[in-house]
């Protein structure tokens, strides 16, 4: 199953259909990512919250398709919306996965009440 392609407004592709990982972990996990991916799943979408970033970075690296060939997404975790916290958090999760870059890195969850969405904000982008 090869998932149809969306254009993105800045021209960029990403796959219409992905794979969410919440609760996947472990050896269990890593199997049903590679089972996903071999199935032809190249969206990933990831959180730092789920615990999981290393086994999506391992079925990526072992599935020997190119990273650009996928599209992962990963997200900020709400205790780290100040700037210079959020730059923290993209190195660490970019690490944790073993990977180079980010297809997109939303931010979880704005917690309006703490008010450092902005910055957030302005650090991704």
Same mark, same amino acid.
């Given at each position: 199953m090869k998932a149809p392609l969306l254009t993105l407004n800045d #021209?960029? &592709?990403r796959p219409a259909v #992905?794979?969410?990982t919440?609760?996947?972990? #472990?050896g269990e996990g890593l199997s049903q990512l590679q089972a996903a991916i071999a199935? #032809?799943?190249r969206l990933i979408d990831s959180s730092t919250n789920y615990d999981n970033e290393g086994i999506v970075g391992k079925a990526i690296r072992r599935s020997?398709?190119?990273?650009?060939?996928?599209?992962i997404t990963?997200?900020?975790p709400g205790k780290y919306h100040?700037?210079?916290d959020a730059l923290t958090s993209i190195q660490e999760s970019l690490a944790r996965m073993g990977l180079d870059y980010f297809d997109a890195f939303l931010?979880?969850?704005? &917690?309006?009440?703490?008010g450092k969405y902005v910055e957030a904000w302005q650090a991704l982008v």
């Open positions: #021209g960029n &592709l #992905g794979i969410g919440y609760q996947i972990r #472990g199935d #032809g799943y020997g398709i190119p990273r650009s060939e996928f599209y990963s997200k900020l100040g700037y210079d931010i979880h969850w704005p &917690l309006p009440k703490r």
